[in-house]
């Protein structure tokens, strides 16, 4: 029997039609100076375009807030939408698809920029962080992007309150400092409350303001970056996947667990897998 390569093969993902399923990951290039897209944007991205590729640009900022690295895009502006403009245009042109990431760093700002340290986020100050998102991604679709990804991995805001909503201020003490709770960095309470309190609100949010359709999530629920932890990450995480499932996302992006050393063998081994968010999530996965 001839072995087939599904790789290189046609893909239809929701109202989509891709040539195959090779994609262009976002790839953060700060490169973007005074938070604007550049000339040089557009370059790069039509490079790499071409008839039924999708393309997912470099983390997008959804408030100026944002400061984990330097000359990152925005798309919170009216100004940034216009910057981005010539870039989907260009993509376009080639007959590729544009998807945009959209973050907020939360914690991860560093301490250098003028925000200063981070600090516990309170229960009212979440409606906001969700409006960043809902304006961002309404910014995408003004700028011509065919949809967006919502950035919630690597230790991200997103990330970070996924599994670790809750905590009042304490005397305006960085994060970094206060003491570690039974997992990862936060106490909050329950699984539902958890994940509803911004993960669900936010894409929530993005799919009611451009519709479920042209939106996709990132997750890395076993990476552990910057002690965002969890004891029971899996459980978590496939809440949050079902919901998405049910809300009729377009596709979930996540990263594959990592190596680690067996104790008892002292081989390597994967000790997390990703197969049971791929049975709950009837969309496309990656």
Same mark, same amino acid.
């Given at each position: 029997?001839?072995?087939?390569?599904?790789?290189?093969?046609?893909?239809?993902?929701?109202?989509?039609?891709?040539?195959?399923?090779?994609?262009?990951?976002?790839?953060?290039?700060?490169?973007?100076?005074?938070?604007?897209? %550049?000339?040089?944007?557009?370059?790069?991205?039509?490079?790499?375009?071409?008839?039924?590729?999708?393309?997912?640009?470099?983390?997008?900022?959804?408030?100026?807030?944002?400061?984990?690295?330097? %000359?990152?895009?925005?798309?919170?502006?009216?100004?940034?939408?216009?910057?981005?403009?010539?870039?989907?245009?260009?993509?376009?042109?080639?007959?590729?698809?544009?998807?945009?990431?959209?973050?907020?760093?939360?914690?991860?700002?560093?301490?250098?920029?003028?925000?200063?340290?981070?600090?516990?986020?309170?229960?009212?100050?979440?409606? %906001?962080?969700?409006?960043?998102?809902?304006?961002?991604?309404?910014?995408?679709?003004?700028?011509?992007?065919?949809?967006?990804?919502?950035?919630?991995?690597?230790?991200?805001?997103?990330? %970070?309150?996924?599994?670790?909503?809750?905590?009042?201020?304490?005397?305006?003490?960085?994060?970094?400092?206060?003491?570690?709770?039974?997992?990862?960095?936060?106490?909050?309470?329950?699984?539902?409350?958890?994940?509803?309190?911004?993960?669900?609100?936010?894409?929530?949010?993005?799919?009611?303001?451009?519709?479920?359709?042209?939106?996709?999530?990132?997750?890395?629920?076993?990476?552990?970056?910057?002690?965002?932890?969890?004891?029971?990450?899996?459980?978590?995480?496939?809440?949050?996947?079902?919901?998405?499932?049910?809300?009729?996302?377009?596709?979930?992006?996540?990263?594959?667990?990592?190596?680690?050393?067996?104790?008892?063998?002292?081989?390597?081994?994967?000790?997390?897998?990703?197969?049971?968010?791929?049975?709950?999530?009837?969309?496309?996965?990656?």
């Amino acid at each position: 029997m001839e072995a087939t390569n599904d790789l290189l093969t046609p893909y239809k993902m929701g109202k989509f039609d891709l040539a195959h399923r090779v994609i262009l990951a976002p790839l953060t290039r700060c490169r973007s100076y005074e938070n604007m897209a %550049q000339p040089h944007n557009t370059l790069y991205y039509e490079q790499r375009a071409a008839p039924g590729v999708l393309l997912i640009a470099e983390a997008s900022a959804v408030s100026e807030m944002v400061t984990e690295y330097p %000359q990152l895009p925005g798309l919170w502006s009216q100004e940034q939408v216009e910057a981005w403009k010539p870039v989907v245009d260009a993509v376009h042109a080639k007959g590729a698809l544009f998807f945009c990431q959209l973050w907020h760093t939360g914690r991860k700002s560093p301490t250098s920029t003028e925000f200063g340290a981070p600090i516990w986020l309170e229960t009212e100050e979440i409606p %906001q962080m969700v409006m960043d998102f809902r304006v961002a991604a309404r910014n995408a679709i003004r700028a011509g992007f065919d949809g967006v990804e919502i950035h919630a991995d690597n230790g991200f805001l997103v990330n %970070q309150l996924l599994f670790f909503i809750g905590g009042p201020r304490v005397n305006s003490q960085p994060l970094h400092v206060q003491r570690h709770v039974k997992d990862g960095l936060n106490d909050g309470t329950s699984l539902d409350n958890r994940c509803s309190r911004l993960a669900t609100d936010v894409i929530s949010a993005v799919a009611d303001e451009i519709g479920a359709h042209r939106v996709g999530v990132r997750l890395s629920p076993f990476s552990g970056y910057t002690d965002c932890s969890e004891a029971d990450a899996e459980a978590y995480a496939l809440h949050l996947v079902h919901f998405m499932d049910k809300l009729g996302v377009l596709y979930c992006h996540m990263v594959e667990p990592r190596k680690c050393i067996n104790g008892d063998t002292g081989k390597l081994a994967i000790p997390h897998r990703l197969s049971p968010f791929r049975k709950v999530f009837k969309g496309t996965f990656s």
